[in-house]
């Protein structure tokens, strides 16, 4: 039998987990759906990995191995990321503050606030040094600065730090040497460097990407450490293991975690859908094609000419700028799992909240009360109670009308099928 028959794609939603598991023999496709774990999403991969070793499909003859994940997209939004620390060039401490001087968002917000510094000022600290635009050396790296800087942020908790020297795209031999000096007074504390997430010119673009991959690393760590550690007990040997990128490709494992690629997989998921929809729509997608990929908590959109996605190299997310190339889509918050509700003044919302996969909408009965698009698709009779999720998993319409009057029904006077 061939050693690498198999190859194995998994879709990781804030709702399900998808795998689908093709067989290069016979061109045969197997599918599993599973419920996504959002305390550790490495566990849903696991156990769809789990049921196709349990059809007997041997562990050992899977070759390939591609993944798409939103685990740093929800890391940033729900601002679950690590304490980050900066040094920046002595004098520029003010460029997070100030940043591009432009403002999102209603000029005439009365109540507008920036969002929360990523590194607040406490933890930045400034070192003395200096490159001109051409690289030339203007003032060396205060090593000893570098040191002192270092010791007071681990003091501090921090978890990861980010490095952003003035021209250092030009010359990146300060923020090299900054690197091997944290290391030394450091060792577990992560390290992001401005020269190789973003190597280009503009500070605050610079800046701003370069804190995101600082931010989000440890997360991007701990998930691939544990999702590895699992499929290596699962019998899978093949190294041929890759992350989506934002721009449709794919990385290693190794590359998610190291040498500051972690930024470019913010846009892992949905970048897979977009890619999977130009392939399967060849003809349509060279004459231009819009494609919507609905799961359970979010929908994203995406435009295809050419036969190929759009692309962008500049990018805004949870209102922060991160500029690295990306399929340019549009996401918004609405799914299977987005929870309807009634406003102050009597209208009905749905989103952007969502019940995700804990405790899921109240058709689930895992102590889920507020209704969902689910309930509402499953009181209308679009869904079946019986087989959703191909009968592993069963729906409770009692759940559903409940949870629809109580929200819905009783405060608009309406009917439960009405509303």
């Known amino acids: 039998m061939n050693s690498t028959r198999y190859r194995l794609g998994v879709d990781v939603g804030g709702t399900h987990t998808d795998l689908v598991l093709l067989d290069t023999t016979t061109g045969e496709l197997s599918v599993e759906k599973v419920a996504s774990t959002p305390k550790n999403p490495a566990l849903g991969v696991l156990e769809g990995l789990g049921r196709f070793i349990a059809k007997g499909i041997p562990p050992a003859h899977i070759g390939f191995f591609a993944h798409g994940t939103t685990i740093t ?6 601002m679950r990321g690590a304490k980050v620390g900066l040094l ?6 003010a460029v997070q503050e100030i940043q591009n001087q432009a403002r ?33 050396v203007l003032h060396p790296l205060d090593k000893d600065a ?52 973003l190597p280009r010119i503009r500070e605050w673009p610079r800046l701003s990407t370069t804190l995101l991959n600082a931010y989000l690393e440890p997360v991007m760590v701990h998930y ?63 004459r231009g094609l819009v494609t919507l990929d609905m799961g359970g908590t979010s929908a994203d959109i995406a435009f295809i000419e050419g036969g190929a996605p759009l692309e962008v190299t500049e990018g805004v997310i949870a209102r922060r700028q991160v500029d690295v ?37 109240a058709c689930y009965g895992r102590g889920g009360l507020r209704p969902t698009v689910t309930d509402a698709d499953l009181v209308c009779g679009y ?15 009692a759940a559903s009308r409940a949870a629809l009057k109580a929200h819905v029904g009783d405060p608009l006077q309406m009917e439960v099928t009405a509303a």
């Not at 920046?88 to 401490?93: F, L, M, N, S």
């Not at 923020?175 to 450091?186: D, V």
């Not at 690629?261 to 003809?283: D, I």
Request: proline share 6%; with cysteine.
């Open 88 to 93: 920046i060039t002595q004098g520029y401490r």
């Open 224 to 286: 691939i450490g544990h999702l590895s550690r699992g499929l290596d007990a699962a019998g899978l040997r093949t190294q041929q293991r890759f992350l989506m990128q934002s721009n449709g490709g794919v990385m290693p494992f190794s590359a998610a975690i190291a040498g500051g690629r972690t930024v470019h997989t913010l846009f892992s998921g949905p970048a897979a859908g977009a890619q999977a929809s130009a392939y399967l729509a060849r003809e349509d997608a060279r």
């Open 325 to 361: 190339p990306a399929l340019d889509m549009t996401t918004i918050s609405a799914g299977g799992g987005s929870i309807a509700w009634i406003d102050g003044a009597g209208f009905l919302n749905v989103g952007p909240q969502s019940a995700g996969a804990d405790p899921g909408p």
């Open 104 to 136: 999102d968002g209603n000029l005439f917000d009365y109540f507008y606030s920036k969002p929360a510094a990523i590194a607040p000022q406490h933890l930045t600290k400034e070192i003395p040094e200096r490159c001109d635009y051409a690289g030339r």
């Open 146 to 197: 570098v040191r002192r800087a270092a010791r007071e942020l681990k003091d501090a908790g921090v978890e990861s730090i980010a490095v952003c020297y003035l021209f250092s795209f030009m010359n990146p031999a300060h923020e090299q040497e900054t690197r091997a000096l944290i290391q030394e007074e450091c060792p577990a504390v992560h390290v992001s460097l401005s020269s190789e997430v």
């Open 73 to 78: 997209t929800n890391a940033l939004l729900e």
């Open 383 to 397: 869904l079946n109670p019986d087989y959703f999720l191909g009968g592993a998993q069963k729906l409770s319409v």
